[in-house]
């Protein structure tokens, strides 16, 4: 059975890139969709922006402004990713919830953070 690969949200795009290197040449099989998530990844933004623009930072954008193309949005949705919410819920307790990214764009953002 295939590991989920989870990377923050605070993650820089820069250090998903290199992360998705290394996992693509040490689990090749089981993450094979790196490659062209690599490939791809480079053509997003300057390179000055990946250093400094965040996965949740470029998904929250894209929640704000459903017009916005977002790359990383779409390579998420393309490979079944799962978006991972923490807020809280009625009881003031802390509640994580794993979204489609399809699903994710309809979910009210307010007081809620991208893990």
């Not at 402004?65 to 390579?75: A, G, I, R, T, Y």
């Not at 489609?100 to 953070?113: F, R, V």
Request: glycine share 6%; proline share 3%; net charge negative.
């Amino acid at each position: 059975s295939t590991k989920p690969l989870q990377v923050g949200g605070g993650v820089c795009l820069s250090d998903a890139m290199k992360k998705f290197e290394v996992m693509k040449e040490s689990e090749e099989e089981e993450f094979w969709y790196l490659h062209q998530f690599c490939e791809h990844l480079k053509y997003v933004a300057s390179s000055a922006i990946r250093d400094i623009g965040s996965i949740g930072g470029n998904l929250m954008l894209k929640h704000s402004h459903p017009e916005f193309q977002s790359d990383v949005f779409n390579l998420l949705e393309a490979v079944g990713a799962k978006i991972t919410v923490s807020g809280l819920d009625s009881q003031k307790k802390i509640k994580t919830t794993d979204y489609l990214p399809s699903t994710w764009l309809q979910t009210d953002m307010e007081k809620k953070i991208i893990l």
